[in-house]
């Protein structure tokens, strides 16, 4: 069998939460490859709402094996939040929750670190969710990091030591901190890690792989914000594409399936950095306040704007993606015009390709219109209750990306997901 993929196509927050959830009974395993806390992937069934931050969205559909592999970034003290939470509403998880030796860990002063660089850049800073991913990831590809096996044998010097080296670098910032507290919460977090199986997740994977069984691997961020390709410097530190799941989960290029590419039917932002279709005006605040865009764990306000098709070509380029996947597309029911950005203009020059730098020069997006839909798609349970007007949207996003829509959502719920094609 092999790995399928699913990953955001945007500047994150597409709803991967949902649809892994969704589609985790076709597989007999979910698993994070990337990415940790910064991450809020919300999910909603019988009334009830989720916000996962580290922990794979398989873990609600009747005891699928989660497993939180190699490239994913660990907090112990966010981890045991959101453990608790669950368990707190019954969902016990050390059976089904497996957490790879090599995942690395955040230290208490990661995110010190974390906010003291961000304070150091001042206006150019990146908006950063403040979990200490950068500097996380960083001391991991410097060879100063931490992983989750370390935890089992003497720890206290190899902590002691990193903690030593951060202080000394902390030391050159003018930021005040106080480590004792948080230093607390994380031995507490560790003790709650340690209840969990840690496992050498490439060898489990491919032999789970060999043994016939299915994965699922739930992407974090998106796209746009990956550390190679998204729009560099203001990203996240991980690969969060494709090619990320392979490195991530320690399984080979030829063992990827179906990619599915996640996006919204606009377009959001969190956080600092180029976002070309942005709207300033009381139409993207109309988005924000209908397509409730907050950040799931920060609460910040989420950037809003008309899809763009230039980011996304690329994004369905970089991913190989097989398989699309357009949410909330119900927010935009009652727009009488729908605008999707199928070119920029930059300094006079067209062009249907991502530029190395967009803030080099004015870039100006260039729209097709569409009539919008103006029906209440959120009870719709099936294709053939699509208005002519909404297929129209659907048709030219295929033609222009190439790959086919083969789910489409009108709502937070589980229940509100249209599968348009079974295979
Ligand atoms: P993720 O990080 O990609 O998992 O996405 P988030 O959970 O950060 O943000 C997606 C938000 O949109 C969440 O609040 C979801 O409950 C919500 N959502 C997901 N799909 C839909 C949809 O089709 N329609 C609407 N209106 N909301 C949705
Ligand atoms: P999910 O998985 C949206 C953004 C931050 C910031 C940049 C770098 O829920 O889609 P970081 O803390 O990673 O160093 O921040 O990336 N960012 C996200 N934006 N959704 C996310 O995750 C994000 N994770 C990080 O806002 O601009
Ligand atoms: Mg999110």
Request: charged share 25%.
């Amino acid at each position: 069998m092999k790995v399928d993929v699913l990953l955001g196509l945007q500047w994150g927050d597409e709803g991967k939460g949902k649809v892994v959830d969704v589609l985790t009974p076709n597989y007999d395993v979910v698993t994070r490859f990337q990415g940790g806390p910064n991450a809020g992937h919300t999910l909603e069934f019988e009334g009830q709402k989720y916000v996962l931050r580290s922990i794979p969205s398989g873990i609600f559909q009747g005891g699928k094996v989660n497993v939180i592999g190699n490239g994913v970034v660990l907090d112990p003290a966010l981890f045991k939040q959101e453990v608790e939470q669950l368990e707190a509403s019954g969902h016990d998880l050390t059976k089904r929750l497996y957490i790879s030796k090599k995942a690395h860990l955040i230290l208490p002063t990661h995110r010190i670190l974390d906010a003291a660089y961000e304070s150091a850049k001042g206006a150019g800073k990146i908006g950063t969710t403040g979990k200490g991913i950068g500097p996380t990831y960083t001391d991991k590809t410097s060879r100063n990091g931490l992983r989750v096996g370390d935890l089992l044998c003497n720890f206290d010097q190899k902590y002691a030591k990193a903690i030593a080296r951060h202080k000394e670098i902390l030391s050159h910032y003018d930021y005040k901190y106080d480590l004792e507290p948080i230093e607390k919460a994380w031995f507490e977090g560790v003790e709650k890690l340690k209840q969990y199986t840690f496992i050498d997740s490439e060898y489990e994977l491919n032999g789970l792989l060999k043994e016939g069984k299915s994965i699922l691997a739930e992407g974090a961020q998106g796209t746009m914000l990956d550390v190679d390709f998204g729009s560099y410097p203001f990203v996240t530190s991980s690969n969060t594409i494709c090619a990320g799941a392979c490195t991530g989960l320690g399984v080979a290029p030829g063992k990827i399936g179906d990619v599915y590419g996640i996006f919204k039917a606009y377009c959001t932002r969190v956080g600092s950095g180029p976002f070309p279709t942005e709207l300033f005006d009381e139409v993207g605040k109309t988005i924000r306040d209908l397509g409730h865009e907050y950040g799931a764990v920060t609460g910040r306000e989420r950037r809003c704007g008309w899809i763009d098709l230039v980011a996304l070509k690329y994004a369905v380029m970089i991913n190989g993606v097989t398989k699309l996947i357009m949410m909330k597309s119900d927010v935009l029911d009652g727009f009488d015009i729908i605008k999707a950005c199928v070119a920029y203009n930059i300094n006079g020059n067209e062009t249907d390709e991502f530029p190395f730098d967009v803030t080099e020069g004015e870039v100006t997006p260039i729209y097709k219109e569409f009539k919008g839909w103006k029906k209440d798609m959120t009870k719709t349970k099936s294709e053939s209750e699509f208005p002519a007007e909404f297929n129209e949207y659907i048709d030219f996003l295929e033609d222009y990306l190439e790959v086919p829509v083969k789910i489409v959502s009108v709502g937070p719920d589980r229940e509100q997901t249209i599968v348009r094609y079974a295979e």
